[in-house]
T-cell receptor, first 108, second 116 residues
Framework: TQLLEQSPQFLSIQEGENLTVYCNSS?????LQWYRQEPGEGPVLLVT?????EVKKLKRLTFQFGDARKDSSLHITAAQPGDTGLYLC????????FGAGTTVTVRA | EAQVTQNPRYLITVTGKKLTVTCSQN?????MSWYRQDPGLGLRQIYY???????DKGDVPEGYKVSRKEKRNFPLILESPSPNQTSLYFC???????????????FGPGTRLTVL
């Protein structure tokens, strides 16, 4: 059983559209991290959210941590082909527990 | 350049033939960890090390061994590989892993292992 559930599993959109990826858990985490992984490479950290209700922006990416620190979302505005990749959320509580990931494909 | 390196990147082997995947980091990190990544299952932790000579089991340690004799190196050993260990393996490191830590975890490029 996955500690962190990510949805959707796959997402394919046209360039310029918006998308949202969700990460949900029944556990409370001290912080939550989002990673992006490209084929043939290891995951790379995008952001860490720590406070319940926190919102962080990274250019066209907006990350939100739920008030209860159990869930998070990643929203991409005006997606570009360069946003294509596997997006992973990871809950931090003495160790990192990863979700299964959301594969995002942005078509030109 | 700050990085985590793994070798080999690709390995095809046969059941029962002992192998070692090396991992090295040049960032003086205390914490190192091994994960395996399988489709639909995400990254699952195999073993981790809080510091030199300190190692502990992760979520899926069966069939694996590790050692941490030096701070920079954390090899993963498969004494008798089996086909169910066919997977993509990642080594990672960070300064710490305290509960309140927001340290970045740096991942290596991965080792794709196939056990026939």
């Amino acid at each position: 059983t996955q500690l962190l559930e990510q949805s959707p599993q796959f997402l394919s959109i046209q360039e310029g559209e918006n998308l949202t990826v969700y990460c949900n858990s029944s556990s409370v985490f001290s912080s939550l991290q989002w990673y992006r992984q490209e084929p043939g490479e290891g995951p790379v950290l995008l952001v860490t959210v720590v406070t319940g209700g926190e919102v962080k922006k990274l250019k066209r990416l907006t990350f939100q941590f739920g008030d209860a620190r159990k869930d998070s979302s990643l929203h991409i505005t005006a997606a570009q082909p360069g946003d294509t990749g596997l997006y992973l959320c990871a809950g931090h509580d003495y160790k990192l527990s990863f979700g299964a990931g959301t594969t995002v494909t942005v078509r030109a | 350049e700050a990085q985590v390196t793994q070798n080999p990147r690709y390995l095809i082997t046969v059941t029962g033939k002992k192998l070692t995947v090396t991992c090295s980091q040049n960032m003086n990190h205390e914490y190192m960890s091994w994960y395996r990544q399988d489709p639909g299952l995400g990254l699952r932790q195999i073993y981790y090390s809080m510091n030199v000579e300190v190692t502990d089991k992760g979520d899926v340690p069966e069939g694996y061994k590790v050692s941490r004799k030096e701070k920079r190196n954390f090899p993963l050993i498969l004494e008798s590989p089996s086909p169910n260990q066919t997977s993509l393996y990642f080594c990672a490191s960070s300064f710490t892993i305290r509960r309140s830590s927001t340290d970045t975890q740096y991942f290596g490029p991965g080792t794709r292992l196939t056990v026939l």
